[in-house]
């Protein structure tokens, strides 16, 4: 009785171990195959994928925006040397090819082999993957990636890369598919692209019409079919369908090679179950009935005594009879430390309440509008702040996209969901984005949004404030600062103007006067101006409109004293080195008329008798200056001419020139030294923010200082 006991419920587990067994295990196939049958199409969805992205690469080529078809065509090539098989093929609007590379530049060319793609790709402006057509050119199946090429909103041209079913085949052969099993590329009309089963005997061949029907029912499934199995999978890029066709007698081969050792080892437990139930069984009944008196006296409430016992399994047992009183009052232990955990979990439930009552109120209660956002981009809760922002009904929210309450502002907005998604925890956008928070009645409001992504839950806070009037003022602030800088543009504009007109009349009077000393003064003092001038012009082309390049201000001065006063013809060549240095205009407008006296004292005095020479002029930081942290800058101005006269620091006079300069060198708090180099030489250190720095050095009296070239009423040279 023991035996059939056993038996009967151990031979019901081996057969239910079997048959669940054989479930799990058939399942397992399918699982694997549908999981090879996804790495397939994924490993042909990177292939067009990178096709395509090399087709935009070169949509962006200068050669299509000047209709150089030649230089595409062998740039094309280049291209296409990474991607051995593969025919770059470019199409016009009347769906003509123009551009094969299959073919020599400039031989004919029919039209496309899928006028109608190509044309939906013309009318649609997107890239698609198309289903397999015949090739005009190699008169057999094909399929493409076709691309447009856009210029100003209108699609130009179409590049398409051709692919042969044998150049998929062979990505796809390099994975590890199934043994046995055959694997089939289907385009969007079920037919085959390539399969491993026949080659290119196979490219054409539609799928049966219960695979075709499987297809149409979802992205992912099995096929049963006669005789044997199939699982697909679909592109996420294409109408593309990875099959895995299994025949039925491979799969029930490697189903029942991997239960065989289930049914062996199910049996052998068998056997052994048996023969050990009849050893033991004499003896389990033995220990039963000694059990059977302890058993009885612990009921009456006697003394138990335990009798010897075959089994340690019995001998428990008895210890259990005498342990029961002990085990008894234990549990009434154990029962009330666990009422008494009760009474505590049922606190803890109501503090947690507590929190959640003190949260879900911060969360309703919040002055900006709060958006929980789930996997899928859209609403699964807001807050009554967000409720009235975006103009929606209690509850209404929730199920919305975000993505149609919030969008970028501009001509090409993305999805601000992807972007919230892609961005760092914790990121605003305001400042980078300008949002526009939509309500259902057409209405938009300026809006700032931030993100906190919550991973665990796979949920986004967004975080949304309306800051209309935040953008109005910085609109007010930015027209106010351009109104701002037209103004000072055209004050510039019209001081430069003015001084302009002072010289025209300064050129004009001195016209009407003989050569001597007051038509020279006249002439000096319209270089000064133009001087002046200058700076303005400089000020209102300058970018920042408050400073300017003083090395390109230099050489524009140097050009128009050399131009007045002929030194090229004269045999004089100024060199100018100066450092691209900002200045603003209490450095500048001194500083030129410096260097405008400078200048034309040398012109004047240092080359006489029609001597040849040249001036050199530097302007660069003081040495030192940067390891000081100062901007302390040197102008230096030699020429090889005949240099100071002798005696120059007593006999100097104070002329016009002389006065000027000390008047120019104090403003810029600058130091102006003269000395004889094989020639004169004048030295000036400034600073280069003017009164903002401290001074640079002592200024020398105008009275001590010689003439560079001889006695005149400009500064000496």
């Not at 799990?24 to 992205?53: K, N, P, T």
């Not at 042969?164 to 590890?176: K, V």
């Not at 016009?656 to 008047?663: D, I, S, T, Y």
């Amino acid at each position: 009785m023991l035996l059939a006991a056993f038996t009967v419920p151990t031979t019901i587990a081996v057969v239910a171990l079997f048959l669940h067994s054989y479930g799990r295990e058939q399942a397992g196939i399918e699982r694997a195959s549908q999981d090879v049958a996804r790495a397939l199409m994924l490993a042909i969805d990177h292939e067009l994928g990178s096709a395509q992205a090399a087709l935009q690469a070169l949509a962006t080529s200068p050669s299509l925006d000047n209709h150089d078809l030649r230089a595409f065509h062998a740039q094309a090539i280049e291209v296409l040397q990474s991607r051995p098989g593969n025919v770059l093929v470019a199409s016009s609007p009347d769906l003509r090819q123009v551009i094969n590379t299959g073919r020599p530049f400039g031989a004919p060319l029919p039209h496309h082999g899928d006028p109608g793609e190509i044309r939906s790709v013309f009318e649609t402006g997107r890239p698609a993957v198309s289903d397999l057509y015949v090739g005009p050119t190699v008169n057999r199946l094909l399929s493409s990636v076709d691309v447009p090429v856009v210029r100003a909103g209108e699609v130009r041209y179409v590049l398409s890369m051709q692919y042969y079913g044998e150049r998929l085949g062979a990505i796809l052969e390099r994975q590890q598919a199934p043994p046995g099993a055959t694997v089939t590329i289907y385009d969007g009309n079920a037919r085959t692209v390539w399969s491993s089963r026949g080659g290119r005997a196979e490219v054409g061949r539609r799928a049966s019409e219960a695979l075709a029907a499987g297809f149409a029912l979802g992205s992912e499934g099995t096929v049963d079919e006669a005789g044997g199995v199939t699982v697909f999978s679909h592109s996420s890029l294409s109408a593309w369908t990875v099959a895995i066709a299994r025949q039925r007698s491979a799969l029930n081969a490697n189903l029942w090679q991997s239960l065989e050792w289930i049914v062996i080892g199910g049996c052998a437990l068998l056997a052994l179950g048996a023969g050990l139930v009849a050893l033991i069984g004499t003896r389990i009944e033995a220990a039963l009935r000694g059990l059977v008196h302890p058993a009885i006296a612990l009921g009456h409430g006697e003394q138990v005594v335990l009798p010897p016992l075959p089994l340690d399994e019995a001998l428990d047992v008895g210890h259990a009879l005498v342990q029961a009183a002990a085990l008894l009052h234990e549990r009434t232990v154990q029962r009330d430390e666990a009422e008494r955990a009760e009474r505590m979990l049922r606190e803890a439930k109501r503090a947690v309440e507590r929190n959640e009552a003190f949260l879900r109120g911060i969360f309703e209660e919040s002055p900006d509008g709060i958006l929980l956002v789930g996997h899928d981009g859209r609403v699964t809760r807001a807050n009554v702040q967000a409720e009235r922002m975006f103009g929606y009904a209690a509850g209404a929210l929730e199920g919305l996209a975000l993505d149609a309450l919030l969008v970028e502002s501009g001509e090409s907005p993305t999805s601000v969901y992807e972007r919230m998604r892609a961005a760092p925890a914790r990121s605003g956008m305001a400042g980078t984005t300008h949002l526009r928070g939509l309500r259902p009645d057409g209405q938009a409001f300026a809006a700032d949004a931030m993100a906190n992504p919550l991973p665990e839950r796979a949920l986004l806070i967004v975080t949304v404030r309306d800051v209309s009037a935040g953008w109005e003022q910085e609109k007010a602030l930015r027209q106010a600062f351009k109104d701002k800088s037209t103004l000072l543009k055209e004050l510039y504009h019209r001081v430069k103007n003015n001084l302009q007109l002072i010289v025209s009349l300064f050129n004009l009077q001195a016209r009407t006067m003989e050569e001597g000393r007051e038509r020279q003064a006249l002439l000096e003092a319209a270089d000064r101006v133009r001087a002046m001038a200058l700076v303005h012009e400089r000020l209102y082309q300058s970018r920042s409109l408050g400073t300017i390049r003083l090395d390109d201000y230099m050489r524009e001065l140097c050009d128009q004293l050399a131009n007045a006063a002929s030194a090229r013809e004269r045999g004089i060549a100024l060199a100018l080195d100066a450092a691209p240095v900002e200045v603003g205009l209490d450095v500048a407008v001194p500083l030129g008329l410096l260097l405008n006296e400078i200048v034309s004292n040398s012109l004047k005095h240092a080359f006489p008798d029609g001597r040849a020479g040249a001036i050199r002029i530097s302007l660069a930081p003081l040495a030192g200056a940067a390891q000081r942290g100062d901007d302390t800058l040197q102008l230096v101005v030699c020429d090889d001419g005949i240099g100071l006269p002798p005696e120059a620091e007593r006999t100097s006079r104070p002329t016009l020139g002389l006065k000027l300069a000390a008047a120019l060198s104090e403003q810029l708090l600058a130091s102006l030294t003269f000395e004889n180099r094989d020639g004169a030489c004048v030295s000036l250190t400034f600073r280069a923010r003017g009164h903002g720095g401290h001074d640079a050095g002592p200024v020398p009296d105008s009275s001590s200082r010689p003439s560079l070239a001889g006695a005149d009423d400009s500064i000496p040279g």
